[in-house]
């Protein structure tokens, strides 16, 4: 009994530490971090192969790198070691991880609701268009080759009066800005009202023909406009616009199938049953 209490205490233990590195690596990834980590491997490895060896001048030398490195390592990662404190303070440090897919969307509609906001402020005419299923490789060979990591900065510069790209519309495909300057299909419906200007249209000719989420920035007025499923939403604020987009982009969520979940419907069915 002893040793299976004992075998279970070590699992445990196992899987607590392995747990902590990942974390760990997860929030260092994509930092300067990772080669330092690496360099520490390395002299790890040399300091092995020394005592396999038995050099022992080198084990000296990797010896007082050990016995003096604590103290280099908590200086060198002070960043990294504070946001895992702070993470560790909000409680976020053992949360889950949102799947990639997700972070990238909230990130695109992130940066393209702050430089909506930034736009309207100041009335500056802006349209965007965001890519879903229907492909829009052919609008987006009308407009100039951009490829870039989207950014609210680089949105903003795009559509600032009386430069080379404002006139058109951008075009988004995932966390990507493939163009600017592109020129779309204006809508030919006779019922739309006759305030909205040329970018209204454009937004509404898209959303007509394809699955494309368009929004837009009125020149005159400044109100943010969304454009889906062939309709138009004006004035719309900075939240109900991130709730749009939001609703609009992100990938429905999957049902897990868990046995609570799985036993809750049976209980509700059988629930509706008597």
């Known amino acids: ?71 280099a390592i908590i200086i060198i990662f002070q960043p990294e070691l504070r946001r895992a404190l702070e993470q560790l ?76 790209l404002h006139d058109g519309a951008v075009i988004i495909r995932k966390e990507q800005i493939m163009a600017a300057g592109c020129y779309l299909p204006l809508s030919e419906n006779p019922f739309i009202s006759k305030e909205l200007g040329t970018r209204h249209r454009a937004a509404i000719g898209m959303a007509e023909i394809s699955d494309a989420v368009s929004v837009v920035v009125s020149e005159e007025t400044g109100q943010i406009s969304i454009s889906i499923n062939g309709q138009i939403e004006r004035g719309l604020t900075e939240e109900k616009l991130m709730n749009q987009l939001f609703t609009a982009l992100h990938p429905p969520v999957k049902n897990s199938g868990s046995f609570w979940s799985k036993r809750g419907n049976k209980d509700g069915q059988l629930a509706k049953k008597q």
């Open 1 to 71: 009994m002893d040793i299976f209490v004992n075998m279970i205490d070590d699992l445990v233990d196992i899987l607590l530490v392995g747990f902590v590195i990942y974390r760990l690596l997860l929030l260092v990834r994509g930092t300067r971090a990772i080669q330092l980590l690496k360099g520490i491997m390395i002299i790890v490895f040399a300091w092995l192969l020394s005592s396999y060896f038995e050099l022992r001048t080198f084990q000296w030398l990797m010896n007082q790198a050990f016995t003096y490195g604590i103290l």
């Open 89 to 164: 303070g909000r409680g976020s440090f053992f949360s889950r991880t949102a799947h990639p897919e997700e972070q990238a969307i909230s990130h695109t509609i992130a940066e393209i609701v702050k430089a909506a906001n930034y736009l309207s402020k100041r009335r500056i005419g802006a349209l965007i268009v965001l890519e879903r299923d229907t492909g829009l490789t052919d609008y987006i060979e009308t407009g100039i080759s951009l490829n870039a990591s989207i950014s609210s900065e680089l949105l903003i510069n795009i559509f600032i009066p009386n430069t080379p």
